[in-house]
Structure formats: structure tokens, C-alpha cells
């Protein structure tokens, strides 16, 4: 089963909310990322986590933050959001082997949209 | 560093014909792997193909191939017996061996398959 499921699928907030997006997989991976997807254009790396320890952090702003809280469960904390963080935010998952990453599977990702 | 190039910004095809999307990449990496996502217009990425650099053997699944010549860095992907299913925006990636997260996207090809 390669499946990685994200909630919500849609979410609008306005620059003073306080939001969270979440990330699950059951395929026993040790690898999750996050990404930001603008229209038409390819996924950008923003965060790794690996063994639930942040590896990469591709110089994100602060107002993302990401957690891992098991090897299952990652999540990305959002607040004082512009309206230029609008975008699809994707999740994926891939086998870790001492640092070295196997394939990537996608989750469906949140749209976001900051008011 | 890094890069990958994808020269066909839209295609399209009739269903049941043979399209070929093309890819070339630049790495000074000898372990590295190569990849083609489709992601439909409902947006989920999904994984197409794989091809490690040190195989020699071209990829395939069922109706998707590729043409992977390694001296001259071009990764093609041929999709045989099109069907409507196919329309998605095609992005090709390239990961180096023993990194983590480190997928590299080229711009993305939108194919649509005409009925």
C-alpha cells in the first residue's frame, strides 16, 4: 500500500490565523518532506525529516513550522501567513536506508489559500 | 549541481497513439536515480517510472518505457496506447544516490490525450 493521506484537502485562513496541516503514512517509511507547489510549476523542497529528526530545512520562514511527533505523523504549523504562501502543499514519504532515500510517494496535499 | 531539463512545455495525443516525453539532466554524480511523476489535474503526484543510473536495462510498466541513454543524460518517456486517463502534467526528477530529498524537478510536460 503506497498511500500517504493529508488533511485538510482545502484550507483558507487570513495572515493573523493559526493553522495546521497534517501528514500520515503507514508503509513504515523513515523518510517525510514536505513541499510547496505553486500553479504550474514543479514541487519545492521545504522540509526532511529523517527518523523524526529535521535533516533539511531549505531556509523555509519561520512562520512554518514543521513537527514529526512519530515516525508516522508529520505535521506543518502555519501562522502569520502572506498571501504569497498560497499554493498546494504536499506531503511524501520514502524509506530512509542509513541517509540514503528510496523513492518518493505523494500525498494528495492541502490547498491553501491565505486571505 | 544539479539540473533537469524538460523541453516540451505541452504535448498532446490521440488515444491509442504512442507520444514520447523527453527529459535531459545534468549530474556529476555517478549514483543517482531518475524518475517520471504524473500528477492529473485532481493533483496528486504518482509514480510513473524508476531507473537507477547503474542499470543499463531501460525501465518499463506496461504501457510507460524509457530511453534512458546515460552518456548522453537523456531520459525519455514513451507512453504506448494512450488513453484519456494519461492527461496529467509529466515531471521528470533526478535524485542523487546516498542523499536525502534531494529531487530534482525539472519544469513539467502537460500532455493531454485527445478523444
Known amino acids: 500500500d503506497t498511500e500517504v493521506t493529508q488533511t485538510p484537502k482545502h484550507l483558507v485562513m487570513g495572515m493573523t490565523n493559526k493553522k495546521s496541516l497534517k501528514c500520515e503514512q503507514h508503509m513504515g517509511h523513515r523518510a517525510m518532506y514536505w513541499y510547496k507547489q505553486k500553479a504550474k510549476k514543479p514541487p519545492e523542497l521545504m522540509f526532511v525529516y529523517s527518523y523524526e529528526k529535521l535533516s533539511i530545512n531549505e531556509s523555509v520562514p519561520s512562520r512554518f513550522s514543521p513537527e514529526c511527533p512519530n515516525s508516522s505523523l508529520l505535521n506543518l504549523h502555519l501562522h502569520a501567513l502572506q498571501p504569497e504562501d498560497s499554493a498546494l502543499y504536499l506531503c511524501?514519504?520514502?524509506?530512509?536506508?542509513?541517509?540514503?532515500?528510496?523513492?518518493?510517494?505523494f500525498g494528495p496535499g492541502t490547498r491553501l489559500t491565505v486571505l | 549541481a544539479q539540473t533537469v531539463t524538460q523541453s516540451q512545455p505541452e504535448m498532446s495525443v490521440q488515444e491509442a497513439e504512442t507520444v514520447t516525453l523527453s527529459c535531459t539532466y545534468d549530474?556529476?554524480?555517478?549514483?543517482?536515480?531518475l524518475f517520471w511523476y504524473k500528477q492529473p489535474p485532481s493533483r496528486q503526484m504518482i509514480l510513473v517510472i524508476r531507473?537507477?543510473?547503474?542499470?543499463?536495462q531501460n525501465a518499463t510498466e506496461n504501457r510507460f518505457s524509457v530511453n534512458f541513454q546515460k552518456a548522453a543524460k537523456s531520459f525519455s518517456l514513451k507512453i504506448s496506447d494512450s488513453q484519456l486517463g494519461d492527461t496529467a502534467m509529466y515531471f521528470c526528477a533526478l535524485q542523487r544516490g546516498g542523499s536525502q530529498g534531494n529531487l530534482i524537478f525539472g519544469k513539467g510536460t502537460k500532455l493531454s490525450v485527445k478523444p
Open positions: 511524501a514519504s520514502s524509506q530512509d536506508w542509513a541517509g540514503r532515500a528510496d523513492t518518493q510517494y
Open positions: 549530474t556529476s554524480e555517478s549514483n543517482y536515480y
Open positions: 531507473q537507477e543510473a547503474y542499470k543499463q
